[in-house]
């Protein structure tokens, strides 16, 4: 009952008690109830993957955390990670599909005339209730899973666990621990998940072989700096130096330029290679991870349900 003293809890339960909502066409949420990182970004890009291998024409909405540009943008590849946004970039970068960059998302209709193809993918939205939705997929780390939590300002919690239960399909993810085969969670459908390292990556999108590497620099700015520097290290790769800055930080140019000039090869996590300018990224690196889902096939399985359900 801790969360009925936090002002947080009651700002978002007024929101979803007064805010009205407006459907644009077929829509999936992915969200969560935790602040910080729980693979909501790794999921849209699968999402949106495989939509558009199923004949789909998806477009991902985004906020466009800590963007340069305040109107509404769409991301193309004239725009920069810093104008649009370092996750919607990211995201465009790595599926090639439309993302529609707008504190109010449920605008894209303004933009974006839906075909019948069309799925909106709401990026973040666990707590967006001015859009409705066809499905609410909801992200927890198996720390949640396990221990519970508490509401901020007493915890780390955005809104109490039983808010889960607004929840279509919640994903269980393990990031690097053993996962556990999960397959209900606060009366929902639930699947485990975990981070899968893909390798490291150059500017052409190569794979770099881990054992070509001996030693490198780092560069983050991300919500867990010293998580991204232990998986280097356990790859046989040993770190001269780290630079580590606060999430979504952008780099300046005088910072980066002195970079370059080290000898020794410079890795970076994904997101933070996409918030480089293109002049400085030939001389970095980045590790990609990608978030794989335990029985992925009843997953998409549940998801198309939900999407066609009223077709």
């Given at each position: 009952?801790?969360?009925?003293?936090?002002?947080?809890?009651?700002?978002?339960?007024?929101?979803?008690?007064?805010?009205?909502?407006?459907?644009?066409?077929?829509?999936?949420?992915?969200?969560?109830?935790?602040?910080?990182?729980?693979?909501?970004?790794?999921?849209?890009?699968?999402?949106?993957?495989?939509?558009?291998?199923?004949?789909?024409?998806?477009?991902?909405?985004?906020?466009?955390?800590?963007?340069?540009?305040?109107?509404?943008?769409?991301?193309?590849?004239?725009?920069?990670?810093?104008?649009?946004?370092?996750?919607?970039?990211?995201?465009?970068k790595r599926t090639n599909v439309l993302v529609y960059v707008n504190r109010k998302r449920?605008?894209?209709?303004?933009?974006?005339?839906?075909?019948?193809?069309?799925?909106?993918?709401?990026?973040?939205?666990?707590?967006?209730?001015?859009?409705?939705?066809?499905?609410?997929?909801?992200?927890?780390?198996?720390?949640?899973?396990?221990?519970?939590?508490?509401?901020?300002?007493?915890?780390?919690?955005?809104?109490?666990?039983?808010?889960?239960?607004?929840?279509?399909?919640?994903?269980?993810?393990?990031?690097?621990?053993?996962?556990?085969?999960?397959?209900?969670?606060?009366?929902?459908?639930?699947?485990?998940?975990?981070?899968?390292?893909?390798?490291?990556?150059?500017?052409?999108?190569?794979?770099?072989?881990?054992?070509?590497?001996?030693?490198?620099?780092?560069?983050?700015?991300?919500?867990?700096?010293?998580?991204?520097?232990?998986?280097?290290?356990?790859?046989?790769?040993?770190?001269?130096?780290?630079?580590?800055?606060?999430?979504?930080?952008?780099?300046?140019?005088?910072?980066?330029?002195?970079?370059?000039?080290?000898?020794?090869?410079?890795?970076?996590?994904?997101?933070?290679?996409?918030?480089?300018?293109?002049?400085?990224?030939?001389?970095?690196?980045?590790?990609?991870?990608?978030?794989?889902?335990?029985?992925?096939?009843?997953?998409?399985?549940?998801?198309?349900?939900?999407?066609?359900?009223?077709?």
């Amino acid at each position: 009952m801790l969360y009925l003293l936090s002002p947080y809890y009651w700002g978002v339960w007024t929101k979803r008690r007064f805010t009205r909502s407006v459907k644009v066409g077929k829509t999936l949420s992915v969200g969560n109830i935790e602040m910080g990182g729980t693979g909501k970004t790794p999921l849209v890009v699968k999402i949106a993957e495989y939509l558009k291998n199923k004949g789909y024409s998806p477009v991902i909405l985004s906020r466009g955390y800590r963007r340069k540009i305040k109107k509404p943008c769409i991301t193309t590849n004239t725009l920069s990670a810093k104008e649009c946004g370092d996750e919607p970039y990211m995201m465009f970068k790595r599926t090639n599909v439309l993302v529609y960059v707008n504190r109010k998302r449920e605008e894209v209709i303004k933009e974006i005339k839906p075909e019948r193809n069309t799925v909106f993918l709401l990026d973040d939205g666990f707590q967006y209730f001015r859009l409705k939705r066809d499905a609410d997929i909801a992200l927890i780390t198996d720390k949640l899973y396990k221990n519970g939590g508490h509401v901020f300002p007493f915890g780390r919690l955005r809104e109490p666990l039983p808010a889960l239960r607004r929840a279509d399909i919640v994903i269980v993810n393990f990031r690097f621990n053993q996962p556990e085969n999960v397959k209900e969670f606060m009366g929902r459908p639930a699947f485990s998940a975990y981070y899968e390292i893909k390798g490291i990556y150059n500017k052409e999108g190569e794979k770099v072989p881990a054992k070509d590497i001996k030693e490198a620099v780092l560069l983050s700015a991300i919500a867990k700096n010293r998580e991204f520097k232990d998986i280097i290290e356990k790859r046989g790769i040993r770190v001269i130096k780290h630079h580590s800055f606060l999430d979504h930080t952008f780099f300046k140019e005088g910072f980066l330029k002195e970079l370059s000039k080290e000898t020794a090869p410079i890795i970076t996590t994904e997101k933070d290679f996409y918030r480089i300018p293109e002049a400085y990224r030939e001389k970095f690196l980045y590790l990609r991870i990608d978030l794989t889902i335990i029985n992925e096939e009843d997953f998409f399985r549940q998801v198309s349900e939900k999407l066609n359900r009223q077709s």
